[in-house]
């Protein structure tokens, strides 16, 4: 009984902080003015001393439709890995992901003067719940991490899987997509490593 009602509490804190989230995302959308103009990556505000875009830019989005697929994307991943891992580590994810992705546009992609959306730190998330995975079904963690890596490699050759979906009005950025997964992956390598040593 304790141990269904310890489950029970799990279960809600974790949807709660789904919720909590997806909030997040709104009220950062609404503060960010057209368009996500006044938090999203941008290389010329950020050169100029506007160093918090490098983490409000994966908050905001272009359109309604772009937030509703990042949105439809995060909730997916919830439900498939949320129990793998704790809500401290998915933080951490998430802020290694988000910093991978702006650190990598910065130096390795200077061409691109503006960025913003969730898409790559979903990208960071699902390489680490692939990661993360293994310990509850190895077969599922080859599935999904197999699936990763061949989206990654059809989106740098064909472009992004998304684009049809969103239409004319913005060209997703697939760089950010692999600087994500790499950050993701890195984040649940350590951690890994760390549990090993325990």
Do not use: C
């Not at 509703?68 to 802020?95: E, H, K, M, S, Y």
């Not at 960071?124 to 990661?131: E, H, I, K, V, Y």
């Not at 490699?153 to 684009?163: C, P, T, W």
């Amino acid at each position: 009984m304790r141990l269904a009602q310890f489950n029970h509490d799990i279960k809600r804190m974790r949807l709660r902080g789904l919720a909590v989230t997806l909030t997040l995302l709104g009220v950062a959308q609404l503060a960010g003015g057209f368009h996500g103009e006044w938090l999203r990556y941008s290389r010329m505000a950020i050169d100029q001393g506007q160093f918090w875009r490098l983490l409000t830019a994966h908050l905001v989005h272009y359109d309604v439709a772009h937030a509703t697929l990042n949105a439809a994307g995060l909730i997916l991943l919830w439900l498939l890995f949320v129990a793998d891992a704790r809500p401290r580590q998915w933080a951490v994810v998430t802020l290694v992901s988000a910093l991978s992705i702006s650190i990598g546009l910065w130096y390795q992609h200077p061409e691109i003067e503006w960025y913003l959306g969730l898409s790559g730190v979903l990208h960071g998330l699902w390489a680490a719940a692939s990661l993360s995975a293994i310990a509850r079904s190895r077969l599922e963690a080859m599935v999904s991490g197999s699936l990763l890596a061949a989206k990654l490699i059809f989106e740098q050759h064909y472009g992004a899987l998304s684009d049809p979906l969103l239409g004319h009005t913005l060209h997703v950025v697939t760089e950010a997509h692999v600087y994500g997964a790499l950050g993701g992956l890195t984040a649940a390598l350590l951690y890994w490593r760390s549990q090993i040593r325990k």
